[in-house]
């Protein structure tokens, strides 16, 4: 099918785009060029009408991107490892703001989620354009979190503890562009001040991020599909249902978050001071 027959609707003025006219398991050289393209400047971009998806064409999709995730315990589809079983009934309710495994050294580049089962209503998805998050800041506080990273960490009785230390301002590999990196859901400290300016920078940063005016929220129908670049947003998943939810999901293998030389050393408390660079978490406050 030619590019040109796409029909693409925004949906709304911060990020993501509807593209009709394209069936996903007969995906072209030149339509993925196409697609990839409108992923770049939408950063989630959505299929509906896509029921015949096979998992076979699942993951050739997302191998189009890059090599697939096996994640470590996520239900999987038979046969098929690299495609994840996402059950709300089994617990699978993300409703915390998050960019997808940045407690990892390579977060992961995209995802692509084939929902199945909705509910008559609730269950949509948001998503937040950490591009303008960014770029509506002031220059001084830019400036200043283009010298931070940050620490991100997961530690449950299940996996033990795993973190990561990425800038707090990450540059695009494909774009360019800069965007906020830090997540309500992940996001530890600021390693390079003191835990309470860390605290209260992190809060207004999450606050900033999630604000209504940087956010799309697509109401699924099932057998939609939505795929998001990873590197430039966060998402949501409204937990305002209680009737099934259920999809599959592929999830692209990562590069390293890039960003500007941290400008200062690691903050380091005077003997009688009280620093706890792990016992905080934005997620669960103080433990």
């Not at 060029?33 to 029921?51: A, D, M, W």
Request: glycine share 6%; net charge negative.
């Amino acid at each position: 099918m030619p590019t040109s027959e796409l029909m693409v609707t925004p949906v709304s003025g911060a990020l993501g785009a509807e593209i009709r006219g394209v069936d996903l398991t007969e995906l072209t050289d030149e339509l993925f060029e196409r697609v990839h393209e409108l992923l770049l400047g939408h950063l989630v971009v959505f299929f509906p009408g896509q029921e015949h998806l096979t998992p076979e064409a699942h993951i050739a999709l997302g191998r189009r991107l890059g090599e697939l995730e096996v994640h470590p315990f996520l239900p999987k589809v038979e046969g098929h490892p690299e495609i994840v079983v996402l059950d709300a009934d089994q617990g699978a309710k993300a409703d915390e703001w998050h960019i997808d495994v940045t407690f990892q050294p390579n977060p992961p580049v995209a995802s692509i989620l084939h929902l199945q089962v909705c509910p008559a209503s609730g269950g949509d998805t948001m998503w937040s354009n950490q591009y303008l998050v960014y770029e509506t800041l002031s220059e001084p506080m830019r400036e200043l979190l283009d010298g931070l990273t940050a620490v991100h960490v997961l530690n449950t009785p299940q996996t033990g503890e795993h973190s990561a230390e990425h800038p707090v301002v990450r540059i695009h590999p494909e774009t360019g562009r800069r965007s906020l990196y830090v997540t309500r859901m992940w996001t530890s400290h600021i390693p390079q001040l003191s835990r309470p300016e860390s605290d209260a920078l992190l809060q207004y940063l999450f606050e900033h991020s999630e604000s209504p005016r940087f956010n799309c929220r697509y109401r699924w129908q099932p057998g939609a599909v939505a795929m998001w670049d990873n590197r430039a947003t966060q998402h949501l998943a409204v937990n305002d249902y209680t009737e099934p939810r259920r999809g599959q999901r592929v999830t692209v293998l990562g590069d390293q978050p890039t960003g500007d030389t941290p400008r200062w050393k690691e903050y380091r408390p005077a003997p009688d001071e009280r620093y706890y660079p792990r016992h905080v978490t934005a997620r669960h406050g103080y433990r």
